[in-house]
């Protein structure tokens, strides 16, 4: 099991830690994340590259470079935290890593595969096997109730109705909702939609979790227990988790941040250089760090 404590090591230091044999069953798996890996998650195991990418617009005759040749590696069951200012272009690094829009220049690689240069209806399939997607506004769909909403990503991706409705309540089990499978979302509050947000982009197993600004919307205590939820999640399962925030206490659960400024990487900090300055999430908040998710009623 991985330690909590644990911060992510270079991956030159770590690149002892598992063998070769177990490196390369590791390279097949197309979605790591399955919770047989989580003792080999945390090493150099490259799960996303990003490779010298540009988005440009045009905007009334002006080009405007939100992502300016940004070039960043995202490792297997790290918690990457992306900060920056308002209109630094997080949300569009996003877009890219999602396959969401494409870039004006350079490759978003998942594992070995061009991800960025695959037809579409290829890059939908891989977003719904290998990577969950969480909004800073939930983006649940309103007629749906919560199981419904976690069961939507197992039924695209071709699951069984029966084992997707049942796999959706152990997940909202999970996330501390198993007593609001049949509500809509209007009937639940910020902090429990983003929890139904959480149990959906869980739904496929995936092993890349995109999270833009997920405790934005959310009141302090409310996004603390956010925070606690991915956090378990991603050391629990191996779950990569790449977040964009303005969110100190983010960083305290971060294996690494990196801010971004003007379309450009400004700097890329350890959570070893981070702690001096913000401690860890239990230094600051104790109600967070003896709730467990299910627990959790501050909403
Ligand atoms: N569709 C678009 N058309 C034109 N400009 C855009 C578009 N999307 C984003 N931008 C611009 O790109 C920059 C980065 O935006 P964004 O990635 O949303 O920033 P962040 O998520 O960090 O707030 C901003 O200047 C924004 O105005
Ligand atoms: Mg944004």
Redesign the pocket.
């Known amino acids: 099991m991985v330690d909590h404590d644990d911060t992510i090591s270079s991956p030159a230091s770590s690149s002892n830690l598992v063998d070769d044999s177990v490196d390369e069953q590791r390279t097949n798996d197309p979605c790591l994340g399955r919770a047989e890996l989580v003792e080999y998650a945390r090493d150099k195991s490259v799960v996303v590259s990003i490779g010298d990418v540009s988005r440009t ?1 045009r ?1 009334g005759g002006e080009v ?1 470079h ?1 992502l300016n040749h940004v070039s960043l590696d995202v490792y297997a069951g790290e918690y990457l935290s992306i900060m ?1 200012p ?8 996003f877009n890219m890593i999602g396959g969401i829009d494409t870039p004006t220049q350079g490759d978003v690689m998942i594992r070995d595969v061009a991800f960025s240069k695959l037809p579409r209806r290829l890059q939908a399939r891989l977003r719904n096997r290998c990577i969950g997607y969480i909004f800073q506004t939930y983006n649940l769909v309103p007629v749906m109730t919560a199981s419904q909403n976690v069961m939507l990503p197992m039924l695209l991706g071709g699951a069984d109705k029966k084992q997707a409705a049942q796999r959706a309540a152990a997940l909202l089990a999970e996330v501390g909702l198993d007593h609001r499978l049949h509500h809509r979302p209007d009937e639940l509050s910020g902090g429990q939609q983003q929890r139904v947000a959480i149990a959906r982009s869980l739904a496929n197993d995936p092993s890349i979790i995109l999270a833009d600004e997920p405790t934005g919307n959310l009141d302090t205590k409310t996004g603390e227990q956010i925070i606690k939820t991915l956090s378990d999640m991603s050391r629990q399962r191996g779950v990569t988790i790449i977040s ?1 925030t303005h969110d100190h206490k983010m960083l305290s659960v971060s294996d690494r941040v990196v801010t971004i400024r003007d ?1 450009r990487i400004d700097n890329i900090e350890l959570r070893d250089q981070l702690h001096i300055e913000i401690g860890s999430i239990e230094d600051h908040v104790p109600a967070v760090a003896e709730s467990g998710i299910g627990e959790v009623n501050h909403e």
């Not at 308002?86 to 690094?93: A, E, I, Q, R």
């Open positions: 617009y905007v405007l939100a920056g308002s209109g630094s272009g997080k949300s569009t690094l964009a379309g």
